[in-house]
């Protein structure tokens, strides 16, 4: 619910200060593919906006996907890199958000989550030195009381989102109340959270790459320069201070950053000339600038009784209108969103693995016999990789057209292959090592190791436990033979304790379920102890 705490004079003839923020909305995956979004509109992007940045340094622009941006870096020389890290150092190019991706935020576990932040922002540390301060989850479909959180947790200091149920912006706008404090439970330190007024694009009109904008000319001018201000007077209504934060862009918009950049300016020149008479000053700008702004607002305030709203809930299920609740998402293509979470799975059991295994040889010096740690570690980024692309918001909820999910899921599969290729590796390193097997001190649990395990007519199956409490669950392992006998790690057989069954598929021709010739599934119970393996 809702709580105001001091309600706010309405705004006096004091000048309203614009921020304009530029950005464009980039999904890695929609209606095309990660790569085809790159290769035909990304790129473009890229390269118009940082050559248009260099050509006057009040321009600023916001970025957020980090996928992106790394594949675009990848791609450039030396010369154009230190170009980039300058536009960055000078606070013309900011990164917002940042995670790999921009996450949905009602499907994805806790740790997919953070793991798809870290991947961003680790690397934008790596090769720029920056923290992204200012959280940018413009685009996906409503949102969870874990976001606050979670976010102060990362050093976020506030918190851009959009997509909330209509009749709630509807109330928030109505009461002042578009900017609050969220603070999920009375424990949590609360994050400062803006809401956007009209989605994330331009205001109506002012985005030149589209055919019906006017073009900003001597005879134009003037008329756009006073329909800009009545927008932005009206869209102050919903806020509490003079600063006003105004989106300029869309989905994949600065492919012609030339065009938009060149009548943006032509439209601040004209609304500052005349500011005194129309009562708004706009400037380029960057979330961290407008966030600070309205920081200081609020300490130079103290005695007007500036304070903002707390909202104690979350913002699901997203609906844009009556007829519109977004929540088929939540259980469509039940076969990806299983993908997904064995991917995100498989590969943080394979990077415990080789951590576990690096340790290991860092203490004894032994390398392992097959691909070096450092190949086998970038494999399994590549595949980690491609699990926090998935938690992208029109991923993991299957809202992309469906060539786009085929390629979502060959990542996965692929990603699946990698995890336990890595797993099985690790495993093997970490098995082989004689010294291991020495008992650890008492209470310990201790890797027992079965020399006669991979004689001949007889096959290991190695379990490993990736979680940090003790699972006993039932195991399926495909045979080729009905006439298997499983025995535990001791050697004591299981007996009737393990089960084999036929391998059933469903055959297209008949629509009927059919064994398949010489393939079966035994299935046993197993226990293995925390972080450990069996």
């Not at 009109?205 to 900003?216: I, K, M, Q, T, Y």
Request: hydrophobic share 40%; no cysteine.
């Amino acid at each position: 619910m809702l709580r105001v705490l001091v309600l706010l004079i309405a705004h006096a003839a004091a000048t309203l200060d614009v921020h304009i923020i530029a950005h464009s909305h980039t999904d890695p995956g929609w209606l095309e593919t990660l790569e085809t979004y790159y290769d035909q509109q990304v790129r473009v992007i890229l390269d118009d906006v940082t050559a248009q940045l260099r050509r006057s340094p009040e321009r600023r622009f916001n970025w957020a996907e980090t996928v992106f941006f790394k594949m675009w870096w990848d791609n450039l020389d030396d010369h154009r890199r230190a170009s980039v890290r300058k536009l960055v150092a000078d606070s013309q190019l900011e990164f917002v958000g940042s995670g790999w991706v921009q996450h949905d935020e009602a499907l994805p576990t806790l740790a997919a989550r953070v793991s798809e932040e870290i991947k961003g922002h680790e690397w934008l540390l790596r090769t720029f030195g920056v923290r992204p301060r200012i959280a940018w989850q413009i685009d996906p479909f409503g949102h969870s009381s874990l976001t606050p959180d979670l976010f102060h947790a990362m050093g976020f200091w506030a918190v851009v989102i959009n997509r909330i149920p209509f009749d709630m912006k509807a109330g928030l706008k109505g009461g002042k109340g578009m900017e609050f404090i969220w603070k999920p439970t009375p424990e949590s330190p609360g994050m400062f959270t803006h809401v956007l007024h009209t989605h994330y694009s331009s205001p109506k009109g002012f985005d030149w790459e589209e055919p019906d904008a006017l073009p900003v000319n001597d005879g134009t001018l003037g008329q756009l320069a006073t329909e800009f201000v009545n927008r932005i007077k009206d869209r102050a209504r919903a806020y509490r201070t003079d600063h006003i934060l105004v989106t300029f862009g869309d989905d994949f918009k600065f492919q012609a950053a030339q065009l938009q950049f060149s009548n943006m300016d032509r439209l601040i020149g004209e609304v500052n000339k005349r500011t005194d008479a129309l009562g708004v000053r706009i400037q380029y700008s960057t979330l961290s600038r407008y966030f600070r702004a309205v920081s200081d607002t609020v300490k130079n305030s103290a005695s007007t009784g500036l304070k903002f709203p707390f909202y104690s809930g979350d913002f699901l299920p997203y609906a844009d209108n009556e007829q519109s609740y977004w929540t088929g998402f939540y259980a469509s293509r039940p076969g990806l969103k299983r993908l997904a979470r064995a991917a995100e799975s498989g590969v943080r059991a394979a990077g415990m693995l080789m951590a576990f295994a690096r340790a290991y040889s860092d203490a004894s010096g032994i390398q392992p016999a097959g691909p070096s740690f450092g190949q086998q570690f970038y494999q399994l980024q590549a595949a980690q990789h491609s699990a926090s692309l998935i938690q992208h918001h029109d991923a993991i909820t299957g809202t992309s057209k469906a060539h786009v999910v085929r390629d979502y899921e060959s990542k996965l599969e692929n990603a699946l292959r990698v995890g336990d290729s890595v797993s099985a590796a690790m495993k093997e390193y970490i098995l082989s090592q004689r010294w291991l097997r020495k008992p650890k001190p008492a209470g310990g649990e201790g890797i027992r190791v079965n020399t006669d395990a991979l004689s001949e007519g007889r096959i290991a199956v190695v379990l490993h436990n990736s979680l940090g409490w003790v699972r006993t669950e039932i195991v399926r392992v495909q045979v080729t033979s009905q006439k298997v006998a499983v025995y535990a790690p001791d050697g004591t057989p299981l007996g009737a304790a393990a089960q084999v069954r036929p391998k059933w598929n469903f055959d297209s021709g008949s629509n009927l379920l059919a064994p398949e010739d010489k393939l079966f599934e035994v299935g046993f119970q197993a226990t293995v102890p925390p972080l450990g393996m069996a």
